[in-house]
């Protein structure tokens, strides 16, 4: 059974930093992309930053350049999210995904590159 499961979000002032970190299991995804996406109550979910399956490509939403890294590491089946200077529009429900094998070095932005998907974990920044 194929499980992503995130962790690291919760409650911060405006300019703090969290990490969260996406957990894989089931499978191996040392081949595929893996992104994160977020979603704002009354929001559609939207792209955030991913990265490709060597951890040499990396690409972000231009709401967080600058402020997020992503990272992974393969060996732990691990995915990371830095998130820097957090703002109050940062508020969000924070998905993981990973896609099919793909051996890309062009990660994708679009939820249909992403076959799997973890519950997700909130975040909540105020100011």
């Known amino acids: 059974q194929v499980q992503l499961v995130e962790s690291g979000g919760g409650s911060v002032q405006a300019g703090d930093s969290l990490r969260l970190s996406c957990a894989t299991s089931?499978?191996?995804?040392?081949?595929?992309?893996m992104g994160w996406f977020r979603q704002a109550p009354g929001k559609e979910r939207e792209f955030v930053a991913a990265i490709s399956w060597r951890g040499t490509s990396t690409t972000y939403a231009d709401s967080v350049k600058g402020r997020f890294t992503i990272s992974r590491d393969n060996a732990k089946n691990t995915a990371y999210l830095q998130m820097d200077s957090l703002k109050p529009e940062d508020t969000a429900h924070y998905y993981c995904?990973?896609?099919?094998?793909?051996?890309?070095?062009?990660?994708?932005?679009?939820?249909?590159?992403?076959?799997?998907w973890g519950q997700g974990t909130q975040v909540t920044v105020s100011s």
């Open positions: 995904a990973a896609g099919s094998p793909t051996y890309s070095d062009y990660p994708g932005a679009s939820p249909a590159r992403y076959t799997y």
């Open positions: 089931g499978r191996t995804f040392s081949a595929s992309d």
